[in-house]
Protein backbone atom coordinates (compact mmCIF):
# COMPACT_ATOMS: atom_id res chain seq x y z
CA UNK A 1 0.00 0.00 0.00
CA UNK A 2 1.12 3.48 -1.02
CA UNK A 3 0.53 6.92 0.85
CA UNK A 4 1.15 9.98 -0.81
CA UNK A 5 4.25 11.72 0.14
CA UNK A 6 2.81 14.81 2.07
CA UNK A 7 1.03 12.32 4.20
CA UNK A 8 4.04 10.66 5.91
CA UNK A 9 4.95 13.39 8.50
CA UNK A 10 2.45 15.93 10.65
CA UNK A 11 -0.39 17.03 9.19
CA UNK A 12 1.07 19.70 6.53
CA UNK A 13 -2.00 21.76 7.47
CA UNK A 14 -0.93 22.39 11.16
CA UNK A 15 2.37 23.00 10.14
CA UNK A 16 2.02 25.34 7.48
CA UNK A 17 -0.49 27.11 9.26
CA UNK A 18 1.80 27.52 12.55
CA UNK A 19 4.40 29.19 10.40
CA UNK A 20 2.28 31.54 8.55
CA UNK A 21 0.14 32.78 11.73
CA UNK A 22 4.15 33.19 13.00
CA UNK A 23 4.76 35.54 10.00
CA UNK A 24 1.47 36.98 10.78
CA UNK A 25 2.68 38.28 13.96
CA UNK A 26 5.79 39.71 12.90
CA UNK A 27 4.71 41.61 10.53
CA UNK A 28 1.48 42.98 12.69
CA UNK A 29 4.94 43.61 15.24
CA UNK A 30 6.12 46.22 12.34
CA UNK A 31 2.72 47.80 11.47
CA UNK A 32 0.15 47.70 13.78
CA UNK A 33 -2.88 48.44 11.35
CA UNK A 34 -1.99 45.35 9.41
CA UNK A 35 -4.88 42.38 9.31
CA UNK A 36 -4.68 39.14 7.71
CA UNK A 37 -5.55 35.76 7.39
CA UNK A 38 -4.45 32.27 7.05
CA UNK A 39 -5.87 29.82 4.56
CA UNK A 40 -3.75 26.02 4.22
CA UNK A 41 -6.71 24.24 2.42
CA UNK A 42 -9.15 26.10 4.67
CA UNK A 43 -10.11 28.37 1.77
CA UNK A 44 -12.15 28.71 -1.77
CA UNK A 45 -8.34 30.48 -2.46
CA UNK A 46 -6.64 29.07 -5.78
CA UNK A 47 -3.32 28.91 -3.87
CA UNK A 48 -1.46 27.59 -7.20
CA UNK A 49 -2.32 30.27 -9.46
CA UNK A 50 -1.94 32.99 -6.92
CA UNK A 51 1.89 30.91 -7.05
CA UNK A 52 1.97 31.63 -10.37
CA UNK A 53 1.18 35.25 -10.00
CA UNK A 54 3.63 36.24 -7.08
CA UNK A 55 6.25 34.69 -9.71
CA UNK A 56 7.47 31.47 -7.97
CA UNK A 57 6.66 29.35 -10.61
CA UNK A 58 4.36 27.49 -13.29
CA UNK A 59 1.37 25.58 -13.73
CA UNK A 60 2.77 22.18 -15.11
CA UNK A 61 0.74 20.09 -17.26
CA UNK A 62 -0.02 18.10 -14.24
CA UNK A 63 -1.62 21.14 -12.79
CA UNK A 64 0.37 20.86 -9.60
CA UNK A 65 2.97 24.11 -9.46
CA UNK A 66 6.55 23.58 -10.53
CA UNK A 67 9.48 25.51 -9.29
CA UNK A 68 12.93 25.34 -10.43
CA UNK A 69 14.15 25.03 -7.17
CA UNK A 70 11.55 21.84 -5.34
CA UNK A 71 10.07 20.42 -8.32
CA UNK A 72 6.32 20.27 -7.90
CA UNK A 73 6.79 18.81 -4.21
CA UNK A 74 5.51 21.87 -2.49
CA UNK A 75 3.23 22.87 -0.35
CA UNK A 76 1.20 26.01 -0.60
CA UNK A 77 -0.10 27.93 2.08
CA UNK A 78 -1.76 31.42 1.66
CA UNK A 79 -0.88 34.91 3.92
CA UNK A 80 -3.60 37.01 2.82
CA UNK A 81 -3.25 40.92 4.52
CA UNK A 82 -5.28 44.08 4.26
CA UNK A 83 -1.82 46.31 2.78
CA UNK A 84 -0.74 46.39 -0.64
CA UNK A 85 2.40 45.06 -0.89
CA UNK A 86 5.60 44.97 -3.27
CA UNK A 87 4.71 42.28 -5.66
CA UNK A 88 6.73 40.17 -8.24
CA UNK A 89 6.06 39.78 -11.89
CA UNK A 90 3.95 36.57 -12.57
CA UNK A 91 6.41 34.06 -13.68
CA UNK A 92 4.95 33.23 -17.54
CA UNK A 93 7.35 31.11 -18.80
CA UNK A 94 5.88 27.12 -19.55
CA UNK A 95 9.30 24.93 -18.79
CA UNK A 96 7.73 21.89 -19.57
CA UNK A 97 8.12 22.37 -23.36
CA UNK A 98 7.05 18.71 -24.92
CA UNK A 99 6.81 16.65 -22.31
CA UNK A 100 4.07 14.43 -21.30
CA UNK A 101 5.21 12.01 -18.67
CA UNK A 102 2.82 12.88 -16.31
CA UNK A 103 -0.07 12.59 -18.90
CA UNK A 104 1.08 9.11 -20.32
CA UNK A 105 1.90 7.92 -16.86
CA UNK A 106 -1.65 8.38 -15.59
CA UNK A 107 -3.43 4.92 -15.16
CA UNK A 108 -6.75 6.43 -14.38
CA UNK A 109 -6.44 8.87 -17.27
CA UNK A 110 -7.20 12.11 -14.77
CA UNK A 111 -4.79 14.51 -17.29
CA UNK A 112 -7.45 14.28 -20.24
CA UNK A 113 -4.97 16.90 -21.97
CA UNK A 114 -1.95 19.43 -20.90
CA UNK A 115 -3.21 21.48 -17.78
CA UNK A 116 -6.55 20.29 -17.66
CA UNK A 117 -7.02 17.20 -14.76
CA UNK A 118 -10.84 15.27 -14.24
CA UNK A 119 -10.45 15.53 -10.63
CA UNK A 120 -13.45 12.62 -10.59
CA UNK A 121 -10.78 10.12 -12.31
CA UNK A 122 -7.90 11.03 -10.04
CA UNK A 123 -6.27 9.02 -7.73
CA UNK A 124 -5.75 11.73 -5.07
CA UNK A 125 -9.79 12.66 -5.29
CA UNK A 126 -10.53 8.63 -5.78
CA UNK A 127 -8.88 7.76 -2.48
CA UNK A 128 -8.95 10.98 -0.49
CA UNK A 129 -12.33 13.15 -0.98
CA UNK A 130 -14.48 10.54 -2.80
CA UNK A 131 -17.23 9.54 -0.67
CA UNK A 132 -18.81 6.23 -0.68
CA UNK A 133 -17.22 3.42 -2.98
CA UNK A 134 -14.62 3.61 -5.61
CA UNK A 135 -16.01 3.20 -8.54
CA UNK A 136 -15.18 -0.21 -10.15
CA UNK A 137 -14.07 0.98 -13.55
CA UNK A 138 -10.85 2.56 -11.24
CA UNK A 139 -10.19 -0.78 -9.02
CA UNK A 140 -7.68 -2.13 -11.54
CA UNK A 141 -6.16 1.23 -11.42
CA UNK A 142 -4.88 2.42 -8.04
CA UNK A 143 -1.68 0.82 -8.66
CA UNK A 144 -2.17 0.47 -4.57
CA UNK A 145 -2.58 3.63 -3.46
CA UNK A 146 -4.31 3.89 -0.94
CA UNK A 147 -4.29 7.82 0.39
CA UNK A 148 -3.37 10.46 -2.60
CA UNK A 149 -1.30 9.42 -5.04
CA UNK A 150 2.41 10.90 -6.75
CA UNK A 151 2.45 9.06 -10.12
CA UNK A 152 2.78 12.71 -11.88
CA UNK A 153 4.96 14.23 -9.71
CA UNK A 154 7.05 11.40 -9.80
CA UNK A 155 7.76 11.23 -13.24
CA UNK A 156 8.24 14.50 -14.00
CA UNK A 157 11.16 15.71 -15.51
CA UNK A 158 11.75 18.63 -13.13
CA UNK A 159 11.10 15.81 -10.01
CA UNK A 160 13.66 14.07 -11.12
CA UNK A 161 16.33 16.48 -11.44
CA UNK A 162 15.24 19.41 -9.20
CA UNK A 163 13.46 17.37 -6.26
CA UNK A 164 14.69 17.85 -2.56
CA UNK A 165 13.85 15.71 0.31
CA UNK A 166 13.19 18.36 3.20
CA UNK A 167 15.12 18.09 6.86
CA UNK A 168 12.66 19.25 8.33
CA UNK A 169 12.17 16.32 11.13
CA UNK A 170 8.24 16.97 11.44
CA UNK A 171 8.02 16.39 7.66
CA UNK A 172 9.64 12.64 7.95
CA UNK A 173 8.10 9.15 7.88
CA UNK A 174 6.66 8.49 10.64
Known amino acids: ARFSNYAWGDDYHDLIKKKLYYLLGHLKSLDQNLNGLVCVDTAPVTEKAWAQRAGL ?4 KHTNLLT ?3 SSWLLLGVLVVNKELVFDEPYSYDMCGSC ?3 IDECPTDALIEPYQLDANKCISYLTIEHRGEIPSKFHGKLNNWIYGCDICQEVCTWSKTFSQITEN ?3 QPR
Open 57 to 60: GWIG
Open 68 to 70: RDF
Open 100 to 102: TAC
Open 169 to 171: RLF
